[in-house]
């Protein structure tokens, strides 16, 4: 279980994020057009994956534009932007902010990417939402970088990140 703040105050974690030199769990995982997508659909490519709790929240929403920068310029790499919002969010979201590099991608319907990555908050106002993490797989599909932010208010180590891909 991990220990995370929000706004200083303490919240925990169903477990703790898959770690550097392991394979990453596949998932299935809801698109915009309401089909569904795996981990398996990308291989052979990179992987980031921006995990948040709510695409409505300005920390959330700047992971997304932020990645979606970085992501024009890399090449053989998907970003996958997780979150339980409904997909008719995420794609409202994309819509209106012009967001073409990432792909939005839901857990709604069984919650069950937030419990295999050990992501999903088990107390605090947050709770059965997804921890602010990012995950950083090779063509592989091994993780190469995890960041479980500290304070869920706090963007992530966009640089961190994107250094462990470029060396993936």
């Given at each position: 279980m991990a220990?995370?703040?929000?706004?200083?105050?303490p919240i925990h974690t169903i477990g703790d994020l898959p770690t550097s030199g392991n394979t990453a769990p596949d998932f299935t995982l809801t698109k915009n057009d309401l089909s569904d997508t795996s981990l398996s659909d990308f291989k052979g490519q990179k992987v980031v994956l921006n995990i948040f709790p709510s695409i409505d929240t300005g920390t959330c929403a700047q992971s997304v534009r932020q990645f979606n920068i970085e992501a024009a310029e890399l090449s053989n790499t998907k970003v996958l932007c997780i979150s339980k919002d409904l997909p008719f969010a995420q794609a409202r979201f994309?819509?209106?902010?012009?967001?073409a590099n990432v792909e939005m991608l839901s857990d709604f319907k069984t919650g069950a990417f937030g419990k295999s990555y050990g992501l999903e908050f088990t107390d605090g106002p947050?709770?059965?939402?997804?921890?602010?993490a990012v995950v950083v797989l090779n063509t592989a599909g091994e993780v190469v970088y995890s960041e479980q932010v500290p304070e869920i208010v706090d963007e992530p180590n966009y640089k961190a990140a994107l250094e462990a891909l470029v060396n993936a």
């Amino acid at each position: 279980m991990a220990s995370v703040t929000l706004k200083g105050n303490p919240i925990h974690t169903i477990g703790d994020l898959p770690t550097s030199g392991n394979t990453a769990p596949d998932f299935t995982l809801t698109k915009n057009d309401l089909s569904d997508t795996s981990l398996s659909d990308f291989k052979g490519q990179k992987v980031v994956l921006n995990i948040f709790p709510s695409i409505d929240t300005g920390t959330c929403a700047q992971s997304v534009r932020q990645f979606n920068i970085e992501a024009a310029e890399l090449s053989n790499t998907k970003v996958l932007c997780i979150s339980k919002d409904l997909p008719f969010a995420q794609a409202r979201f994309c819509g209106a902010e012009g967001i073409a590099n990432v792909e939005m991608l839901s857990d709604f319907k069984t919650g069950a990417f937030g419990k295999s990555y050990g992501l999903e908050f088990t107390d605090g106002p947050l709770q059965s939402l997804h921890s602010r993490a990012v995950v950083v797989l090779n063509t592989a599909g091994e993780v190469v970088y995890s960041e479980q932010v500290p304070e869920i208010v706090d963007e992530p180590n966009y640089k961190a990140a994107l250094e462990a891909l470029v060396n993936a």
